[in-house]
């Protein structure tokens, strides 16, 4: 007897309607490598961390990568410099003696502060997961750690401020950055410290100036145009 074939359903071959994602960072399992291939690449450590604020590992990033999102809920890994050609031109405008300078510049500081993220990351761990009883006083050690940290922060711009200097950003301007993100930091529920920004040491200068530093730059400009009518004003005098 004859057994009917089962009818067979129509297989339907549905294509992502996924755009061309020409920022897409595609480095990102080689960042834990000594060696990462792409020019613009700056090392930057995160950890990773529950929802409750539970740290869980310490992993290597970029100062440049960011999330992006094609769709509702459809994540891909984002370089903010853009795509590749936009990466190359960057290249070519910051220059990769100051890209290798940032390069050497962050791994001198993570080398000589190790122990202080670890630190930064445990007193938030416990700010996070303090119960209501204990938060100011896990506030307060958090806020303690910070100041600590601040300090040596400062001795390093201080002790390399010509090579800061050679970056084209204010020694100054660095230590008040940092100060500034790391209060944004003690406020906020995120663990893991924030990626450095344009005059911090792991993120290269950004096409445009920031508002600050056009202020910061037009105060020292100022600066500047009086020692110089000072010191014609002075020559004029000897003569």
């Known amino acids: 007897m004859a057994v009917p074939a089962r009818e067979q359903s129509p297989v339907v071959l549905v294509r992502l309607n996924r755009p061309e994602l020409t920022d897409r960072c595609g480095f990102g399992p080689s960042f834990d490598q000594n060696t990462v291939e792409c020019p613009a690449f700056q090392p930057h450590p995160f950890v990773a961390a529950t929802s409750y604020g539970k740290p869980l590992g310490t992993?290597?990033?970029c100062a440049h990568l960011q999330?992006?999102?094609?769709?509702?809920?459809q994540f891909y890994p984002r370089c903010a410099l853009g795509s590749e050609r936009e990466r190359v031109r960057w290249i070519a405008m910051v220059g990769r003696g100051k890209i290798e300078l940032q390069r050497a510049l962050q791994a001198e500081f993570e080398a000589l502060n190790a122990d202080f993220r670890?630190?930064?990351i445990d007193a938030k761990a416990a700010l996070l997961g303090a119960p209501p009883a204990r938060a100011e006083l896990a506030q307060d050690a958090l806020a303690a750690t910070v100041r600590e940290f601040l300090v040596d922060f400062d001795s390093f711009v201080g002790a390399h401020a010509a090579r800061i200097a050679e970056l084209g950003v204010s020694p100054v301007m660095v230590t008040a950055t940092a100060a500034r993100v790391l209060a944004e930091w003690q406020r906020s529920k995120r663990l893991d410290l924030p990626v450095a920004d344009s005059t911090w040491m792991g993120r290269p200068v950004p096409l445009e100036p920031t508002p600050g530093e056009n202020v910061l730059r037009a105060e020292s400009s100022r600066v500047k145009r009086r020692a110089s009518v000072g010191d014609t004003g002075s020559r004029e005098a000897s003569t």
Do not use: D, K, M, S
């Open 118 to 120: 670890r630190r930064l």
């Open 59 to 61: 992993h290597i990033a």
């Open 67 to 73: 999330v992006g999102e094609f769709g509702p809920n």
